[in-house]
Structure formats: C-alpha cells, structure tokens
C-alpha cells in the first residue's frame, strides 16, 4: 500500500498583500505577518489566518470605521511601531 500523497500548496498563495495592511492591521516583518495592535505573529500568509485573527483577537476594533479611516489608522500604527 502506497502512503497517502502529501497536498502541493502553491507558494503564490502564501505572498504578503500589501492591501491586508488596510484590512487586517498586519505588516510583513521578515517574512513574517506582524499584528500592528498587538505585535503577534501568523505563522502563514493566508488571507483566511490574518482575518480570522483580525476577527477574534481586534473583533471591535475598526469595525465601523470607513476605508479612508482605516489607511490613515494603520498608517499611524506602522509609523508608531517602525
């Protein structure tokens, strides 16, 4: 019997998107997904695990505000944080 084929995971999945920056409040620190509210990391550039953090840990934060707010917020934290 032949053991089970591991699953390929295409490496063009796994990119930082400078657009989750905005979304999420995350930044790519060498090669890793940096919280900018509270500095945890994400072990897998997937939309879905930066998201799902965004939602569970930050789930009030930056609900209500408009897309424009939300540039100038993160923004404002990546200058803090650097």
Request: aromatic content about 14%; some cysteine; proline content about 2%.
């Amino acid at each position: 019997m032949d053991p089970p084929k591991k699953r390929k995971i295409e490496k063009s999945y796994r990119i930082f998107n400078e657009d989750w920056i905005h979304r999420y409040f995350f930044i790519n620190s060498r090669n890793k997904a940096v919280c900018l509210l509270c500095q945890e990391t994400v072990a897998v550039f997937t939309e879905y695990n930066l998201k799902r953090h965004h939602q569970t840990k930050h789930g009030e934060f930056a609900r209500e505000m408009s897309q424009e707010e939300r540039r100038k917020k993160s923004a404002e934290y990546e200058y803090v944080k650097s």
